[in-house]
């Protein structure tokens, strides 16, 4: 699935003191941007300040929680917590800056800084959450929290801080405490050399091809994106058809060529499996070793129940229950529709059994036949400035009054990078959105959100927040025409954005996305819901030409197909998500892992290893889990799936899309942050804990 995600996942409170700092001349990072929201000047940052930054951040910082370690008076809200919520806001600028280049603009210089960053940045949380005299302050405020006279919020913020110290090892002896110090540093340093070589494994393993006739079946301009994709690489004369993150690649679909669909299958199957420099096996097997070790340090069976443990689910029991009572229906209907495509492979007289490079061409010969709708009719409607602008803003505006004014005088990491001032309701000022949509091969793949500027009122910040994607760029003076895939993929990553956007809080740490990743999830997955909502639909999907409305009986096709192909969708997601699970749910005892071998007896233990559907992210180049932070929380997706189709079903016995439920919704959800235990969040917008069953029916499991 797409992902909201921050490239340097930092252990417990890492992300939580995110605050002001003094001056420090000499760093472009030392003070505020001068520039609206604050937002970075990337006119004036260069590679070569985040080295020498991060390291003058993190001593300033360093000295700012030292101070209130030290501090002789006796502990309170104020001199302790407030005080390391307004602690080191130049390291959390530098790492804001660095994770928007780092991810979706890198290059030589910002991988080895990464490198060289991460073991440094571990050390340094480490001694923040391992300070005995400042979790003694935390502890002695956390035990009269109930006494204090706090609101709402900053009870819940003394509970957060005290439930990072603890679980990031607080109350280890200080034997234990120097274990989990090496344990923290080496993890660090595989997960920044695991995203190294992931990226550099998804390059070099991008598929050559040297007769145009291979490429057969796709468009012209799909032709030609792979021209200009071989001469960016000064390979003149030939073709390249670049990979995406995922299992599957999009021109599967179109590909007539048997040899060359396999051939491009087990390059996105085998990219990071080569034995060569990009091969990330060996990091996988000891980033697993070192996870469980870790959790058996701080008291936990395995790396899943630590992770969990403040979590809605709790357990990785309850995870695992939840993922595999889905495992029937998803496998049952795959299996079904396994059997339509292998007919429709037999009736083209294709002489062969259904691979999985043959899934993604034959299910859309059979979704033509059952439905009548071919992808090619769709996307000369999807042209994607007008399904920003007058689709994904347009449903903000309707729900939440929202309005979108393009800037052209604020710097950006990228060209192709486009910047939008956002008003509220009321016409004030909100937010600033960056949204970077093309492929580059120094990006990242997948799709996600982040923050440039967090929002708090404590420091005066409003958000500054950005969507990655990696639509195929088209020639120049040509449409960028987007599949529907493509559509509802704009539209969850803006429904991060929006939770974002909607920030209300006092304190950082609580502010915004700072959820439970099985909560995260939720705003972006519920937003896709009104892509297809007739009355946006309607105002979006126009053919880029001539400006005429999809005629009624195309989106009847569409609407139609929306449960086509769920039960692919879902076991391959949920084959992941188990996968992941298994993983990390090893114990210290458990020897290292053959990856390959670990991965095929783990699907085969949890009933989901379907030859014709691979697992949407393979072990060695599963980038949530490796290095972006969902570790033990994959299955965040289907469960959220879980809280936003029950979510969308309120609204639909609500009466839809109206300004009176979103901003219902937007007062109930999206504008609180972490300020109040998510379950009951989500019971007191609902009325009650989420049900299943709108999930079931959404996803076609029933």
């Known amino acids: 699935m797409r992902t909201f995600r921050a490239l340097l996942v930092l252990p417990a409170l890492a992300m939580s003191l995110a605050a002001a700092t003094p001056t420090a001349p000499g760093s472009v990072f030392a003070k505020k941007s001068a520039l609206p929201f604050q937002a970075p000047d990337f006119s004036k940052i260069k590679d070569a300040d985040f080295l020498p930054a991060f390291d003058q951040a993190m001593k300033i910082h360093a000295a700012e ?28 600028r530098v790492q804001m800056a660095f994770n928007a280049l780092s991810s979706a603009n890198t290059d030589d210089t910002l991988q080895k800084t990464q490198e060289a960053i991460a073991p440094k940045l571990a050390a340094h949380y480490d001694a923040i959450n391992l300070d005995t005299k400042l979790f003694a302050r935390v502890e002695a405020i956390y035990a009269k929290r109930d006494k204090l006279g706090l609101n709402a919020e900053a009870k819940r913020l003394v509970e957060v801080d005290y439930q990072g110290f603890v679980k ?136 899943a129940a630590w992770q969990l443990s403040d979590q809605m689910a709790k357990t990785p029991e309850a995870a695992l229950k939840f993922l595999r009572a889905l495992v029937p229906a998803a496998t049952g209907r795959a299996e079904a529709e396994a059997k339509d495509i292998q007919a429709a492979i037999d009736a083209d007289k294709g002489g062969f059994q259904l691979a999985p490079w043959d899934w993604e061409r034959y299910s859309e010969q059979v979704r033509k036949a059952k439905y009548d709708l071919d992808e090619s009719q769709v996307k000369p409607y999807f042209e994607l400035n007008r399904v920003l602008q007058d689709g994904v803003f347009y ?236 570790s033990a929380g994959y299955y965040a997706y289907p469960w959220t799936q879980m809280l936003c189709d029950d979510a969308f079903q309120w609204f639909v016995e609500h009466g839809g899309l109206t300004r009176k439920n979103g901003d219902y919704f937007r007062k109930m959800i999206l504008s609180r942050g972490n300020t109040e235990d998510l379950g009951k969040m989500f019971r007191d917008f609902r009325g009650a804990d989420p049900s299943v069953e709108p999930m079931l029916e959404n996803r076609g499991l029933k």
């Open 65 to 92: 929680m030292r101070k209130i370690a030290d501090n002789p008076a006796p502990a309170t809200f104020k001199n302790t917590i407030v005080a390391m919520e307004r602690a080191g806001q130049m390291l959390t």
């Open 168 to 303: 990031a090892g607080a109350k280890l002896s200080d034997a234990d405490k120097a274990s989990l110090k090496k344990l923290n540093e080496e993890e660090s340093t595989l997960e920044a050399q695991f995203n190294t070589k992931l990226l550099a494994a998804a390059k070099d393993g991008a598929l050559v091809i040297s007769d145009k006739a291979q490429l057969a079946g796709l468009s012209d301009a799909e032709i030609a994106a792979a021209a200009q994709a071989a001469k960016d690489r000064h390979l003149d004369g030939k073709w390249v058809i670049v990979l995406q993150n995922t299992t599957q690649q999009p021109d599967l679909q179109d590909l007539a060529d048997r040899a060359t669909r396999e051939a491009l299958f087990n390059a996105s199957w085998t990219r990071a499996e080569k034995g060569d420099a990009n091969d990330t096996r060996a990091i996988i097997e000891r980033l697993a070793q070192l996870r469980a070790e870790k959790a058996k340090l701080l008291g936990f069976p395995n790396f």
């Open 395 to 630: 449903a903000a505006n309707q729900l939440y009054g929202l309005t979108f004014k393009e800037r052209h005088d604020l710097p950006v990491w990228q060209p192709d990078v486009r910047t939008f001032e956002v008003f509220d309701k009321d016409g004030k000022h909100l937010a600033l959105f960056y949204c970077d949509y093309f492929k580059r091969d120094n990006k990242n793949g997948g799709a996600w959100m982040d923050n440039l500027v967090g929002q708090s009122r404590l420091l005066g910040s409003q958000p500054v927040v950005y969507n990655v994607c990696n639509f195929t760029k088209p020639e120049k003076g040509q449409p960028a025409l987007l599949s529907f895939d493509d559509v509802v993929t704009m539209f969850h990553e803006f429904g991060h954005a929006l939770h974002g956007m909607f920030a209300s809080q006092e304190y950082p740490s609580l502010s915004g996305t700072a959820t439970a990743r099985d909560f995260v999830e939720f705003p972006s997955q519920f937003n896709e819901h009104w892509a297809t909502d007739p009355k946006v639909f309607a105002h979006y999907a126009k053919h880029y030409k001539t400006g005429d409305a999809m005629p009624a009986e195309l989106v009847a096709k569409i609407k139609k197909s929306g449960k086509f192909n769920k039960g692919y969708d879902m076991t391959e997601l949920i084959a992941a998500a188990l996968l992941d699970m298994e993983w990390h749910s090893l114990p210290a005892t458990a020897p290292k892992q053959d990856a390959d071998k670990f991965e095929m007896e783990a699907l085969t233990k949890d009933k989901i290893n379907l030859s014709y559907v691979p697992p949407r992210y393979r072990s060695s180049y599963f980038l949530h889990i490796w290095s972006n932070g969902y």
